[in-house]
């Protein structure tokens, strides 16, 4: 059991930190290409920080522990919402911008409740996500795309257009850093997972709330 906790911590360190070289030599690439820290902000480093969670995702997909992938997407969006909001909130009191709730917040309950539906699977006598509800989930993140490139092609008319679009990092430490990144992300999501289902086996208890929970 303490084996197991502790390879559970180990891939949960890999899994960030490979996630943090990732987004900074993705960031770093990005910026030598001239894109500017606005795209920068709204695409690599946002799809960055999902990157340990995709990893662990995919591993429990493939090794048959469903409970694991909704337990994690399921518990890491509450984890966001409640603690890190509410964390953030009594720090410094937060101000919401009226698109944000006019439009981003919208969109985030229509995912809750398609998620909804495509669980349930009303009228069938399985509950299953089937390639069908994954195609159509794909084909509404890229719809999510598409909003933000249009909002980034907004946004952008009010950027200076004098912002510097300089790396400090050489071309070679740029791709080295995403090596590594990568690397860590699948070392690290392989030991959570798997440490994660025998943590599970050993107390007993479902999958699920080690996804909710730990993972």
Not at 41 to 66: D, R, Y
Not at 71 to 96: D, E, K, Q, R, Y
Request: charged fraction near 15%.
């Amino acid at each position: 059991m303490i084996i197991n906790i502790l390879l559970l911590l180990v891939g949960l360190v890999i899994l960030v930190k490979g996630a943090d070289f990732l987004v900074d030599g993705a960031s770093a690439l990005a910026k030598k290409y001239r894109i500017s820290d606005l795209a920068i902000g709204l695409t690599i480093v946002a799809f960055g920080t999902s990157a340990p969670e995709l990893v662990v995702n995919l591993f429990a997909s493939a090794e048959n522990h469903p409970e694991i992938v909704f337990g994690n997407i399921i518990g890491s969006n509450l984890f966001n919402l409640f603690a890190i909001l509410g964390i953030t909130g009594l720090i410094m009191p937060i101000t919401v911008q009226s698109s944000t709730v006019w439009k981003e917040i919208p969109i985030s309950f229509a995912a809750i409740v398609l998620l909804f539906l495509v669980g349930n699977d009303f009228g069938f006598e399985t509950q299953i996500v089937s390639r069908f509800d994954g195609a159509f989930l794909l084909l509404c993140f890229f719809g999510f795309l598409w909003y933000v490139y249009k909002q980034l092609k907004t946004d952008t008319k009010s950027v200076d257009s004098s912002e510097k679009f300089e790396s400090k990092l050489p071309t070679w430490k740029i791709y080295t850093f995403m090596g590594v990144g990568l690397a860590g992300l699948i070392l690290g999501g392989k030991l959570v997972v798997d440490s994660a289902v025998e943590i599970a086996r050993l107390l007993e208890i479902s999958e699920t709330i080690v996804g909710l929970t730990i993972v």
